[in-house]
């Protein structure tokens, strides 16, 4: 018995901390930070607000199309966010025949980027603010049929800033 409610107070502190951290915008707010990309033709936004035991969540996402390639760029604030950023809060960087992952800074921001060399897809993640040494909110963008570096290069035409700032 006595650990149940542990357990429940801890989710309810950490549920508290959470939503008290950030002044949290509407996901339809973070739509509007992902703008056109010259040249691509992007598909509408959506999103979400929820609020868990865990914490509030919100989530952006549009796709963008030019020719044969294609990109998703997300905005993820929450748990998920945390979870998304794990693989790169212990490595620096691989790189094996298969994949490359790497840790750097660009602009001031923590970015991870993960590429699968056969493939030759990844996700280019940027750090946009962390709670208690967690990841908070994350900018995601997600490629096919490029290198990494263009990955990088399409991520850095948004404002990471502006969008770091909607979470403050």
């Known amino acids: 018995m006595s650990r ?4 429940l107070m801890a989710l309810v502190i950490f549920s508290s901390s959470q939503a008290l951290a950030f002044k949290l915008p509407s996901y339809q707010e973070v739509c509007a930070l992902l703008t056109d990309l010259q040249g691509w033709q992007a598909e509408n936004c959506s999103g979400m ?6 914490g509030e969540i ?4 549009r796709s963008y199309k030019k020719g044969n390639y294609e990109i998703s760029v997300m905005v993820i604030h929450g748990i998920q966010a945390t979870q998304f950023w794990q693989p790169f809060a212990y490595v620096t960087e691989v790189d094996t025949p298969e994949n490359y992952s790497k840790l750097t800074t ?13 493939t030759n897809s990844g996700s280019v993640v940027v750090l946009l603010n962390e709670k208690d040494s ?3 909110t994350i900018f995601v963008v997600q490629y096919n ?3 990494w570096k263009d990955g990088l290069r ?3 035409q948004f404002d990471w800033k ?5 979470f403050k």
């Open 4 to 7: 149940i409610f542990i357990l």
């Open 49 to 54: 607000n929820m609020n868990t035991p865990m």
């Open 58 to 61: 919100v989530t952006a996402e």
């Open 106 to 118: 660009v602009d001031g921001f923590k970015v991870g980027i993960s590429h699968e060399k056969q």
């Open 134 to 136: 967690m990841a908070a």
């Open 145 to 147: 049929d490029m290198s």
């Open 154 to 156: 399409l991520a850095r």
């Open 162 to 166: 502006k969008i770091e700032k909607a």
